[in-house]
């Protein structure tokens, strides 16, 4: 029981965060697609895009089958597709140069925004506690 009230700090730091995400992203964003939105996010920003199946295998089970189609939701509209008309634009597929058959995932201007916010949300609950 003491190592989760030592953890309780933590816990609120990292609800703050759920928190703003949740305020950011539209009301149809599962828990599963927000985890891997931050795995991107932490993926990219760490100097190391990942691709699709990359991503998936390191979230493991948390991630559905049928996030294989919903994650396209974070990238860009396309006029193609008019289901992606609703897109969020957060992040965008980069051909890898050296196999064009490699798609990473990278963070957009307006993604980066979002995750700025996100950890943002979380450092201020630290700053206050």
Do not use: C
């Amino acid at each position: 029981m003491i190592r989760l009230l030592s953890a309780l700090p933590e816990l609120k730091h990292f609800n703050n965060a759920l928190i703003r995400l949740a305020s950011l992203a539209p009301d149809r964003l599962s828990l599963g697609q927000a985890v891997f939105f931050i795995e991107a996010a932490r993926a990219d920003l760490s100097g190391q895009p990942a691709t699709f199946t990359e991503l998936r295998d390191r979230t493991g089970p948390v991630i559905s089958r049928s996030l294989h189609t919903t994650y396209k939701v974070f990238l860009g509209t396309d006029e193609r597709e008019p289901r992606r008309q609703t897109a969020l634009g957060w992040l965008v597929r980069e051909i890898d140069a050296e196999d064009n058959r490699r798609k990473y995932l990278r963070l957009t201007a307006k993604g980066r925004r979002i995750i700025e916010e996100v950890i943002r949300a979380a450092q201020e609950e630290r700053e206050t506690a």
